[in-house]
T-cell receptor, first 117, second 113 residues
Framework: GALVYQYPRRTICKSGTSMRMECQAV??????VAWYRQSPQKTFELIAL?????????EQNFTQEKFPISHPNLSFSSMTVLNAYLEDRGLYLC?????????????FGPGTRLLVL | GEKVEQHQSTLSVREGDSAVINCTYT??????FPWYKQEAGKSLHFVID?????DRKQSQRLTVLLDKKAKRFSLHITATQPEDSAIYFC????????????FGQGTILKVYL
């Protein structure tokens, strides 16, 4: 079956430091990978969308300088939160889309919960 | 930009009754509408979805209705159980490549005994 793994599941970092999170698609090749953030008491905001053969597209209020993303192949993506501060805390979700032919399904990982001290 | 709205922040129902959660969307090109469930402290769990080529889809106690003219879709849960209690998020997306899911704000469903 199709699964999305994320690592780490939970992490704590000091204010001003950086942390890297990973996303792995298993059982399918992700035509696109999206990173979302759910801040406390809020809905899911798209940070950036990485699509095969296209540049990574960042949403307004999110930049490559703050959230650099690597998407080296169809199974793996990583994102770093640089200089994390309190407002960066939340649940970071990776969504991998399996799109092609009759298939079009988005699978989400369990998320990486970031706490900033 | 495109928006997906859930106007019910909280919905309380008695166990065994039905629950209906409504969503509206603005992007007329949206063609895929999934629903997700988030339990306390946990990630998103896929519940059910519907595509724009149909107006109704049922899976056991869950039914999704889609009204493309009104740009509205809804999740119907029958015979609710306490374990249905969670935050439910609706979302919408275009089918074409490179399109993002836009989420609603979430509806807290509370099923009480």
């Amino acid at each position: 079956g199709a699964l999305v793994y994320q690592y780490p599941r939970r992490t704590i970092c000091k204010s001003g430091t950086s942390m890297r999170m990973e996303c792995q698609a298993v059982g399918f090749q992700a035509t696109s990978v999206a990173w979302y953030r759910q801040s406390p008491q809020k809905t899911f905001e798209l940070i950036a969308l990485s699509t095969v053969n296209s540049a990574i597209k960042y949403e307004q209020n999110f930049t490559q300088e703050k959230f650099p993303i690597s998407h080296p192949n169809l199974s793996f993506s990583s994102m770093t939160v640089l200089n994390a501060y309190l407002e960066d805390r939340g649940l970071y979700l990776c969504g991998a889309r399996d799109w092609g032919g009759d298939q079009d399904t988005q699978y989400f990982g369990p998320g990486t919960r970031l706490l900033v001290l | 930009g495109e928006k997906v709205e859930q106007h019910q922040s909280t919905l309380s129902v008695r166990e065994g009754d039905s629950a209906v959660i409504n969503c509206t969307y603005t992007d007329t090109a949206s063609s895929y509408f999934p629903w997700y469930k988030q339990e306390a402290g946990k990630s998103l769990h896929f519940v059910i979805d519907i595509r724009s080529n149909v107006d109704r889809k049922q899976s056991q106690r869950l039914t999704v209705l889609l009204d493309k003219k009104a740009k509205r879709f809804s999740l119907h849960i029958t015979a609710t159980q306490p374990e249905d209690s969670a935050i439910y998020f609706c979302a919408a997306r275009r089918t074409s490549s490179g399109q993002k899911l836009v989420f609603g704000q979430g509806t807290i469903l509370k099923v009480y005994l």
